[in-house]
């Protein structure tokens, strides 16, 4: 077999041929036989971590089979040791693995007889293993989606790569951390998703062969996550609409808002819970109550469904109370009639309303205007109750005034 033909054998007859090889033994000083044929022609082919040799079999009879001896290159010398013992003289291959990526070795073979004698030892073969394969040599990332960060690559050409090996750095430590593994040498991406918003990572890969060699990191790159919308700002409450409140706040120049979500409690200390989401930028929260007060604070959320971190202080709004209560000021009878008149405390009242009670019936007398009222439909001998109430604009009534008593006096 020539040189040419050697070198064209595939990677897998190197594995084939390996079988040759024994466990290494530990050699005495070894005992020169001349008469024994040398070893020649030598020839290698080399790997990575694998070096195979083949040299031309000699079949004399006085052979045993062969002697590997090589050099260790952490000594940083060319002396020799026995690796490995091939006891067939019919043999003619040989692989060295589990070698140093790119690293030099010397080689010497020799024959042995039955009686341990050893030839003349070879001629020295140098020869080193391959580089490392390297990384990939193009790595990008993907910067501003939410809570993730997607890394592509251009995918390695040596055809041996089965996966690759993704690592990062979170900058809260110098130590990179193996975060996946992603199959196929022709893959192309990762999405590291569950990561921190608004937040700096590093990442690189190694390549890994179906051998299980490992390459030298990549480049480094850096991506940032998207950061949460900003929170929104002036939020206000009305307190004086009756049965609802209206919350508005400013409007978000940020393009990618979606809506906004609107938090409410009965107590600013209690758990806000999540009420309603507009994409507007009010809300009329309609309430069946008169004076109720409820606590608000209002977020953003965009298009990713990051949402915007909480006001750290409420918004205290409330529904318009009743207006406040009138008091009678006077009550008086000519035997005619009853003269009514009262006072009010509270300037949004816009009418009044009577509650005239008398032997057992009552009788509601609405829409006055005045402060007060003469009452011309009584019968004399008769005992009237009287209490005032208060209307605002938007109907809301006040509590019943303290009611006073009056008799009309019996005809004489």
């Not at 080193?128 to 960060?149: D, E, H, Q, Y």
């Not at 938090?263 to 309603?276: D, V």
Request: net charge positive; charged share 25%; glycine share 4%.
């Amino acid at each position: 077999m020539n040189i040419l033909r050697l070198m064209a054998l595939p990677v897998v007859s190197i594995l084939i041929f390996s079988g040759c090889q024994t466990t290494p033994q530990t050699p005495n000083k070894p005992v020169i036989d001349p008469s024994l044929p040398t070893v020649s022609g030598i020839k290698t082919l080399s790997d990575i971590t694998e070096i195979g040799f083949e040299w031309k079999p000699n079949y004399n009879e006085r052979v045993v089979g062969y002697y590997v001896y090589r050099s260790n290159p952490k000594e940083h010398s060319t002396k020799l040791h026995r690796i490995a013992t091939i006891k067939d003289r019919y043999s003619s291959h040989f692989v060295d693995t589990k070698l140093t990526p790119q690293t030099q070795y010397f080689y010497r073979f020799s024959s042995f007889s039955a009686k341990n004698r050893e030839s003349v030892p070879s001629e020295m073969v140098t020869v080193s293993t391959n580089k490392m394969i390297p990384s990939v040599a193009f790595l990008k990332a993907i910067v501003g989606l939410p809570n993730r960060v997607k890394i592509i690559w251009r995918p390695q050409e040596y055809p041996r790569v089965s996966a690759y090996l993704i690592e990062r750095n979170d900058l809260s430590s110098t130590r990179w951390k193996q975060i996946a593994k992603v199959d196929g040498r022709l893959s192309a991406e990762y999405i590291d998703s569950g990561l921190k918003n608004d937040y700096l990572y590093k990442y690189r890969i190694r390549v890994k062969t179906y051998d299980g060699l490992i390459s030298k990191p990549s480049q480094i790159v850096e991506a940032q996550t998207k950061p949460l919308p900003p929170m929104v700002e002036n939020v206000r409450a009305t307190t004086n609409l009756p049965k609802k409140i209206i919350i508005s706040w400013d409007i978000d120049k940020k393009p990618d808002i979606s809506f906004y979500k609107v938090y409410r409690t009965i107590n600013p200390i209690l758990f806000y819970s999540y009420y309603a989401k507009t994409k507007d930028t009010k809300f009329e929260d309609l309430v069946n109550d008169n004076g109720k007060t409820y606590y608000y604070k209002v977020t953003a959320v965009d298009t990713d469904g990051l949402e915007s971190l909480r006001q750290s202080s409420p918004i205290a709004g409330s529904t318009l109370g009743i207006p406040g209560s009138v008091s009678i000021t006077s009550i008086k009878q000519d035997g005619r009639s009853i003269m009514l008149t009262w006072n009010s405390s509270d300037n949004r009242a816009v009418s009044y309303n009577i509650i005239k009670e008398f032997n057992g019936k009552t009788q509601n007398i609405t829409g006055l205007s005045s402060f007060s009222f003469q009452d011309k439909d009584v019968i004399p001998g008769v005992e009237y109750k009287y209490s005032v109430i208060a209307i605002d604009t938007y109907g809301l009534e006040s509590e019943p005034s303290e009611p006073v008593v009056i008799t009309m006096p019996k005809d004489k």
